[in-house]
């Protein structure tokens, strides 16, 4: 199991930026794929953006070219640097570690954070 928990969420104004980190530990750290979720109220939970153990990173198309995942495994972060935010962005994000399956599928994640607020405002 790995274990991780997010931080960095907070209020925005429409257009501005926000870095979102998750602290992340455990020996499988290393070799699993990360992803960033989120849920906004009365939504289900969608996928955000994944990076695998070495680095490539994968996108859905309502952030790419706005969001960057990366990830540095000697400090055990992951972490989710969120520019020209919009309104459609308020959510609660959250990190997880990959186990096993498709990379943007929820059921392919096994290990949760608590999550962390994001609100952005118009």
């Known amino acids: 199991q790995v274990q991780v928990a997010e931080s960095g969420g907070g209020l925005v104004q429409a257009g501005g930026s926000l870095r979102l980190s998750c602290a992340a530990s455990?020996?499988?750290?290393?070799?699993?794929?990360m992803g960033w979720f989120r849920q906004a109220p009365g939504e289900e939970r969608e996928y955000v953006a994944a990076i695998s153990w070495n680095g490539l990173s994968y996108y859905s198309d309502s952030v790419k070219g706005r969001f960057i995942i990366s990830r540095d495994n000697a400090k055990g972060t992951v972490d989710l640097q969120m520019t020209n935010l919009k309104p459609e962005d308020t959510a609660v994000y959250y990190c997880a570690a990959h186990n096993e399956g498709y990379y943007y599928l929820i059921d392919s994640y096994n290990s949760w954070g608590q999550g962390t607020q994001v609100t952005v405002s118009s």
């Open positions: 455990g020996r499988k750290f290393r070799v699993s794929t």
